[in-house]
């Protein structure tokens, strides 16, 4: 009989989004017609913008002619969409990256699980908690964990709490670790981090020879012009980082798929002998080897995001789901509530009322006002006893959603 890989006999029972489907559905089953406000996982509801559409359909009108039909593209992505990036990105915030640094891909969420590929198996692992569920479970799979206790948490793995006491800033561990996963603006708690806070842990990886993974997906969700949007903002964080980017939440790309991951040349690791190596030609190798690339449709439609008129449409995106962030923040604020995120971020995260405990209260919220939310334990121990609430939906279904918890819980 056929050996299977056993770590993923590891993983809890069920990925934290697919268990919301199955009590949503479980719900909706047991309520025909019940009119559901889905305020959960993190999917853009606007279309996309139109500059990207109609660059899409000029490339799709290409692949008609044999004189402009493209078939395999370069893994990396082609080179006058990695020239946007890096030019409009990261030079023109004074970031020293270049576009042979930039590996397009099919969604930043792979490309965080992907990355493992490159690493051995005695590195030691920081991760935040509460933390983007992908992160750990990738680690488990690859066999980098051991078993979860009662509270989820995996032995090997090092975790760092965010708290309200923290502002749910990571903080930087007293002991070595070698790889580090960072998310700001994070996902769930919508925090952001300052530039004397990222320069703080590039001092420590610096240090220490470990090397920062950077989630920078809700980036373009930074309104404050003192914050980073970048890691590559700090100084010395070319020694240290990989930078993870999608056009998901700026651009509506969820369904389309289309990311990109920073790779600097100047970042090295220490081979089994003790030796320096550059991990730029590792992932390019294992790119080349495992991925075809990003197809010639969706990459121009992304390239579309950099004229000046898909900047315009991506900017009016922002401040939809920001305004909608806003109208979640003051009406679950004016209900008493502890409420964090949401300025800088698409996400609202909730002290639960009463003491109930998450998944308790996402039961309550989908009974009592047909809104599904995400439980704050599914991203880790510390998010016991929070919530998350997404502002990707339309106005009209944020405002009934908002409402609806008025009614329910309002004096």
């Known amino acids: 009989m056929a050996i299977l890989n056993h770590h993923y006999l590891k993983l809890k029972a069920g990925y934290l989004f697919p268990e919301i489907a199955r009590r949503v559905k479980a719900f909706a089953d047991a309520h025909p017609g019940a009119d559901i406000i889905r305020l959960g996982i993190g999917d853009v509801t606007e279309p996309l913008p139109l500059a990207c559409r109609q660059a899409m359909i000029k490339a ?16 990396q992505g082609y080179a006058w969409l990695r020239e946007k990036i890096a030019q409009q990105d990261f030079q023109s915030r004074g970031c020293d990256i270049g576009a ?49 206790n009662e509270g ?7 975790y760092l709490p965010l708290t309200a006491e923290n502002n749910f800033t990571a903080p930087i561990p007293s002991q070595k670790v070698d790889l580090i996963y960072l998310c700001f603006p994070n996902n769930p ?8 806070h990222l320069q703080a842990w590039v001092d420590y990886a610096r ?25 590559y903002e700090i100084d010395g964080a070319r020694d240290c980082a990989i930078e993870f980017r ?20 100047t970042l090295k690791a220490q081979t089994p002998d003790g030796a320096a190596a550059e991990l730029w030609p590792l992932w390019n190798r294992r790119q080349s080897t495992k991925f075809n690339g990003v197809s010639y449709v969706v990459q121009r439609g992304a ?61 309550l919220l989908l009974d009592k006002a047909k809104v599904v939310g995400t439980p704050g334990s599914g991203f880790g121990a510390a998010g016991e006893g929070y919530f998350r609430i997404s502002a990707f939906n339309s106005r009209e279904k944020v405002q009934e959603a908002m409402a609806r918890l008025t009614q329910v819980f309002g004096a």
């Not at 799709?60 to 893994?75: H, I, L, Q």
């Not at 999608?246 to 040349?265: E, I, L, Y």
């Open 303 to 363: 390239e579309a995001v950099y004229s000046p008129e898909g900047q315009a449409q991506v900017k009016d995106l922002i401040q939809f789901y920001l305004e909608n962030a806003r109208l979640i923040r003051d009406e679950l604020a004016a209900l008493g509530w502890a409420v964090y995120g949401g300025v800088n971020a698409p996400y609202v995260w909730v002290k639960t009322p009463q003491n109930l405990s998450s998944w308790d209260f996402f039961d």
């Open 189 to 196: 708690t919508g925090a952001t981090a300052t530039k004397e």
């Open 100 to 148: 042979e640094e930039i590996f397009v891909s099919d969604g930043s969420k792979c490309d965080t699980g992907n990355i493992l590929d490159i690493f051995g198996k005695d590195n030691v692992i920081a991760v935040t908690d509460p933390v983007y569920p992908v992160y750990v479970d990738t680690n488990v799979m690859a066999g980098h964990t051991g078993e979860a």
């Open 246 to 265: 999608s056009f998901s939440k700026n651009a509506g790309f969820t369904g389309t798929r289309c990311a990109f991951t920073v790779v600097p040349r």
């Open 152 to 158: 989820g948490e995996y032995s090997g793995l090092v």
């Open 60 to 75: 799709v009108e290409e692949m008609g002619s044999r004189d402009t039909f493209k078939g395999y593209g370069p893994e």
């Open 207 to 231: 240090a220490r020879g470990s090397i920062i993974f950077f989630d920078a997906a809700y980036e373009a969700f930074i309104t404050d012009p003192s914050l980073p949007h970048s890691i």
